[in-house]
């Protein structure tokens, strides 16, 4: 059974500080994935998705790495702003025997981050 | 487009009544999920359904739970009879299951249904 951990589990900084959400899960055979955003009382929203064959992507101040082999991905977000506070989950989709998508998403608890001016 | 559209935003409710959340994933997406966030679990997935059909419901708590994909542009989630243990946030979430496809596999979110059973 897949299991996603989140760490650190909440993290505080002041604004203009680099950061990095780390990101584990235990079974490396995923297909893809995926870094959402989720604000205080609001749905999910998509940042950043990587391919099981991809190392990286990137959009804006964010990049996140994936290593798959490890079972481990990271997001970095340089330069935080005030506007970056909310928590951040990630989840990995498992590839069916056919190697597509079918397979389902599984989430870790999230980081929940404040960013203070 | 609109994104994934949730009914209701928020219910109250009576434990013992049936809840009906419903969910019009993106056009032209064929994969749709159901979700139930709470603080002490988190994010779990209840059920999904590739081209309407119900793929993986191992996540459905109990026979209370049932849902349904009529069509390519509409599904229900029912609680019944609704518990107290019922109250969370039910999200449905919508993709396009293609590979090689920019934008496929990325989990479109809509706001969810807040339950709350008394």
């Known amino acids: 059974k897949q299991e996603v951990t989140q760490i650190p589990a909440a993290l505080s900084v002041p604004e ?6 780390n990101c ?13 955003r989720q604000d205080p009382g609001k749905g999910l929203t998509s940042l950043l998705l990587i391919q099981s064959s991809q190392r990286e992507q ?22 935080s702003q005030p506007g970056d506070s909310a928590t951040y989950l990630c989840a990995v989709r498992r590839g069916d025997a056919g190697g597509t998508s079918y397979g389902k998403l599984t989430f870790g608890q999230g980081t929940i981050l404040t960013v203070h001016p | 487009d609109a994104g994934v559209i949730q009914s ?27 979700y139930r966030q709470t603080m002490m679990r988190g994010l779990e997935l209840l059920i999904y359904f590739n081209n309407n059909v119900p793929i993986d419901d191992s996540g ?6 049932s849902a349904k994909m009529p069509n ?21 979430a919508s993709s396009l299951r293609e590979q090689g496809v920019s934008g496929a596999n990325v ?4 706001a969810g249904s807040r339950l709350t059973v008394l």
């Open chain 1, 16 to 21: 203009g500080e680099n950061l990095v959400l």
């Open chain 1, 24 to 36: 584990s899960f235990t079974d490396s055979a995923i297909y893809n994935l995926q870094w959402f």
């Open chain 1, 58 to 79: 990137t959009s804006g101040r964010l990049n996140a790495s994936l290593d798959k082999s490890s079972g481990r991905s990271t997001l970095y977000i340089a330069a």
């Open chain 2, 8 to 34: 209701p935003r928020h219910e109250v409710t009576e434990m013992g009544q049936e809840v009906t959340l419903r969910c019009k994933p993106i056009s032209g997406h064929n994969s749709l999920f159901w």
């Open chain 2, 60 to 65: 459905m708590p109990e026979d209370r739970f």
């Open chain 2, 72 to 92: 390519a542009s509409f599904s229900t989630l029912k609680i019944q009879p609704s518990e107290p243990r019922d109250s969370a946030v039910y999200f449905c």
């Open chain 2, 107 to 110: 989990l479109t979110f809509g």
